[in-house]
Each structure stands twice: as C-alpha cells, then as structure tokens.
C-alpha cells in the first residue's frame, strides 16, 4: 500500500500541508476561527451578504412553504417551483433566454464541459482557468489545449489550426489573480473560428458590472457573444450553488447531459428563495460596490507605497505576491500574531513559485478595518526583501 503517512509528512516539509480552521458564527469580517476572533481579508463575500438581514428573513419565510430537503434529483421530483422560479430571475439579472441552477460552481463546470465537448472535440482553457474547469476538461474526454493566460493572439491561431467541434473556456475574473479576461477579444476570436464561447463568472457576478450584472455585462456582450455564462452564487451573492445561462436549446440540452446536475439531489427549495432574494439586494446595490471600490483603491495605493508587489486587479481580489511558499506562510503567521486573518496561496492552486497572500475585500469591512490591515502589512514588511520578493 502506498505511504500516505510520509506523503503527509512530505507535504508539511515542503510548507505545503493544508489545515482548516473552525469558524463559529456568521461569516463577516470580524470572524471567530478556532476560538480567536480575528479580521478578515480572504473571504469571497464580496458584496457582504453571506450574513444579511433580508437573505436570512426570506430563508426564514420559505421554510414553512417548501420544508427543508430537495428529496430527490430535478428529472425525478425534486424540480420545486421555488427552483424555477430563482432560475427566471437569474436568467432576466444576467439578460439571458434562460438559465439551470446547480448545487456548486464546481459542478456546473464539470457537468457544462462533460456535457458540451466529448471525444473527439477539443476544449481550449486559460492555464490559469479555476481547478473545477480543470476538473470538467479531464472529464469530459476532449483533447485539451491550454492557452497561455489571456492570450488571444495565441489563442487565435490554436483555433485556426483545429478542425471539429471547439469550445473555448474562461474565467471571467481569475480567481487568484483578479484580473478580467479579454473578454471581447475572445468572443470575436470564438465567432471568427465558429468555437462555442463558456465564461465562469464566479468572482465577477455581483461585483462588475451594472448593478452587478457580471463581468460579461459589464463589456454590454450579448448571449450571442457569450453563449454560456456561469455565475456562482456562494459568492457575492452570499448564499449557494450556482447557475448557468444562455440560450433555451442549450439549456435544455444540459438538462438531458449535464450529469452533475441529472446525478444529484436538488438544493434546499429555500435556499433558491433566499438567493432571489439575495439578487434584488444586489441589484440594489450601487454603494456596497462603490464603498468596495473605494475600498480597494485605498489599499492598492497603500500598499504600493509599503513596497509590496500587487498584481494587475481592479476587482476585491488583491494577491499580494511572495513567490516562496515558506515565505508566504510565515507573511500570514504574522499578520495573524496581529489578529488578522489572509490565508497564504500555494502550489498547487497557484503556479509553483507564484506563493501569494490573497488579501480579498468585502463592502462589509469598514476604512477603520482596512487600516487595521495597512498598519499589520507595515509591521510585516521586513519578512520580504527590499523587491517586495520572498528573502
Ligand atoms: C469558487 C469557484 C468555482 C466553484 O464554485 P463553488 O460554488 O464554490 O463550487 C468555480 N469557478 C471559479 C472561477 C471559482 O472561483
């Protein structure tokens, strides 16, 4: 049998080994984790709806209505009103013809891959493209091409060169990066080469775009320039599960292939009232984004002027780069000495030597807060060298 004692062993040598910590209590930025109460700066509620009021109230009122469990798979009995209903309403947020609710991100991806290319067709993926995207590409038995990150032109002639059935697949923002895809280059580059178009928009639903619309609305494309759009809604949206969108023949189609979404039991009916209910706060929610904006504007200038080297974001995921791993956990330890909470990215989540602490902002963490962290990230500046670089 193989040694999983040494495996692990190996891991916590190489500074890799993964721990969880024990929150109690609501999601918000002063948290409770393994009895300390710390700030924190790594949570994805961007929009800080994981704990509201009105999220909360409308779980509370659907619970009488629906009861608690899906009991069973949509294509057997569990496709509730309650589900339908939050896929009308998704479907009209994001202006597209129609749109299927999943249990999680990780499984929409998998089941649109799996569904939409097989044997025989070719995917072509962002390398830095979320692992659950990794996941369905292997799954789906396609050839797979990865594209360098963001990179049209090299993308284009890729394209040009493959005959067949071609989908081409893209985070909207990169989930450890924060940077936006070139989102209109790839859809005239997937139109010019006839390949089918996916964004996961998992970490720009909620944030960009007009009343948070996304990352694709933001640019004003269209179902035609974007035939398939995934949004997660565990995120800012601060509930669960997850959605894709696009045109009626296409969801149908998932329906009858998507087999994350055939092979499993629907989420709580509740839970897809409450998440509506999430959708009209984010609609409404012009100052949660603008005091988010100032928020990271504020730290971007800070912490350029301590010397720490930022990557090219403009959305609430701020990595700050480190490169070594053993570096970027001892950068958290001590942020943490001073009762700060941001978790330290390593291989294989990020490229190896590309370790970063992923500093993310929420518009529930007031300026007092934010200084809190500027005054922390001051304290630690010596744990790097003069180039902001692990020593
Ligand atoms: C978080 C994330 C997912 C997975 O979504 P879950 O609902 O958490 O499973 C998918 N894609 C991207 C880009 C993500 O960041």
């Given at each position: 049998m193989r040694d999983f004692t040494s495996e692990l062993e190996q891991r916590k040598q190489a500074g890799l080994y993964r721990a969880r910590r024990q929150v109690s209590?609501?999601?918000?930025?002063a948290i409770t984790t393994d009895g300390k109460l710390l700030l924190s700066?790594?949570?994805?509620?961007y929009l800080g709806l994981a704990n509201h009021p009105e999220t909360i109230e409308a779980l509370r009122c659907a619970l009488p209505e629906?009861?608690?469990?899906?009991?069973?798979?949509h294509l057997i009995c569990g496709h509730h009103e309650a589900h339908h209903r939050l896929e009308e309403r998704l479907a009209a947020f994001t202006g597209r013809s129609s749109a299927l609710f999943f249990s999680t991100g990780y499984m929409a991806n998998l089941g649109v891959i799996s569904a939409l290319a097989g044997r025989g067709d070719t995917v072509f993926s962002d390398r830095l493209n979320h692992a659950s995207i990794i996941d369905g590409c292997i799954l789906s038995r396609a050839k797979v091409r990865r594209y360098a990150h963001g990179d049209v032109a090299a993308l284009a002639p890729m394209l040009a060169e493959t005959s067949g059935h071609k989908l081409v697949i893209t985070d909207?923002?990169?989930?450890?990066?924060g940077d936006v895809a070139p989102l209109k280059e790839l859809a005239q580059v997937c139109r010019d080469h006839n390949a089918l178009l996916v964004v996961d928009d998992a970490h720009g639903f909620?944030?960009?775009?007009?009343?948070?619309?996304?990352a694709v609305a933001e640019l004003g494309l269209s179902e035609a320039d974007v035939p398939i759009l995934v949004g997660t809604l565990?995120?800012?949206?601060?509930?669960s599960g997850a959605f894709v969108a696009g045109p009626e023949i296409l969801m149908d189609y998932l329906v009858q292939k998507a087999r994350t979404y055939i092979y499993t039991t629907a989420m709580p009916p509740a839970l897809a009232l409450a998440t509506r209910a999430s959708l009209d706060v984010i609609e409404q929610g012009d100052e949660r984004r603008s005091h988010l904006q100032g928020l990271i504007e504020r730290f971007r200038r800070e912490a350029i002027a301590l010397g720490y080297e930022l990557m090219p974001?403009?959305?609430?995921?701020?990595p700050i780069m480190v490169g070594n791993n053993r570096t970027a956990l001892a950068l958290s330890q001590a942020l943490e000495a001073s009762g700060l909470l941001v978790t330290a990215i390593r291989p294989p989540t990020v490229?190896?030597?590309?370790?970063?602490?992923r500093v993310t902002f929420s518009a529930a963490h007031s300026y007092e807060q934010l200084d809190c962290l500027m005054q922390a990230l001051s304290d630690c500046?010596?744990?790097?060298?003069k180039k902001g670089v692990a020593s």
């Open positions: 209590g609501p999601q918000q930025p700066f790594c949570s994805n509620d629906t009861g608690l469990g899906g009991a069973s798979s909207g923002v990169f989930s450890m990066d909620g944030v960009l775009g007009p009343q948070g619309r996304g565990g995120k800012a949206a601060g509930t974001s403009r959305t609430p995921i701020q490229p190896a030597g590309e370790a970063r602490l500046r010596h744990l790097l060298n």
